[in-house]
Each structure stands twice: as C-alpha cells, then as structure tokens.
C-alpha cells in the first residue's frame, strides 16, 4: 500500500498535476513494482504565502511525500527517488533543486483498507521488493 501526497504552489502545481501525476506513477510502478492501475495521489495546491521554500528553490518546487507499508529493501527505496529525479527533471524540466522526496513507512498492521488491517490483507503485488 502506498499513498502520494505532493505539495507546491498553485499557479504552478496545477498545469502540470496530471502529468506529474503521470511520471510519478510510471516510477511507482517501475521501481516498487506496483500494479499499474493502483495509484493513491493528493496533491496539496498551496498559495505562495502558504508555501515556505528553501532559498536555494524557485516558486516551481514541489515537495513529495510518500507514505507505505514497511517492507522495502533500501536499495529499493533509493533506486526509486534516483528514478524520480530522472524523470521529473527530465519530463517536466523541474531541476532537482525544486524537488524534494520523503518515504514515510509504517507497519502493514498501522494500515487499514477494505474493512482490514495492511497484515491481514492479501495484496496482488508484493512488498517486500
């Protein structure tokens, strides 16, 4: 299981959200080897006011937080954010230093989804990649 929640300012976030959407799942699926039609994405429109930015970042950054179950190796983990900087930065010309990335995980049994608990689910993808 695996939720996106992706944060930007508006005016810049909105123009690009389903192709961002697009390239994120297309990592998601690649590296994570999550079935293609299993996507979870939020995306979190902020005014510039609303959204402090490192100095080093423009009005395009974008902050990307994953949240899923445990289970993934590290090599895993850092071969998808290696993808999603290639990719991003590639397909929607953001540079790296607009974008950051945070993996959130939790105990399968912390997640609850069709009437159960992420332990007590049989899921059609694997998580322990």
């Known amino acids: 299981m695996s939720q996106v929640k992706i944060y930007g300012e508006r005016l810049n976030l909105l123009p690009i959200r389903e192709q961002l959407s697009d ?3 297309s990592c998601v699926v ?3 080897q999550f079935p293609p039609n299993k996507r979870a994405h939020r995306f979190f429109c902020l ?3 609303d959204f402090f930015r490192p100095a080093t970042a423009s009005d395009r950054y974008v902050i990307l937080e994953f949240i899923m179950m445990e289970g993934r190796s590290i090599d895993t983990k850092k071969k998808f954010i290696h993808l999603l900087y290639e990719r991003i930065s590639t397909q929607l010309n953001l540079p790296v230093t607009d974008l950051e990335i945070c993996i ?3 105990p399968a049994h912390n997640w609850g989804f069709r009437g159960m608990t992420g332990d007590e689910i049989t899921l059609n993808y694997n998580v322990n990649v």
């Open 23 to 25: 390239v994120i799942h």
């Open 47 to 49: 005014e510039p006011e």
């Open 30 to 32: 690649d590296a994570l």
């Open 104 to 106: 959130l995980e939790s």
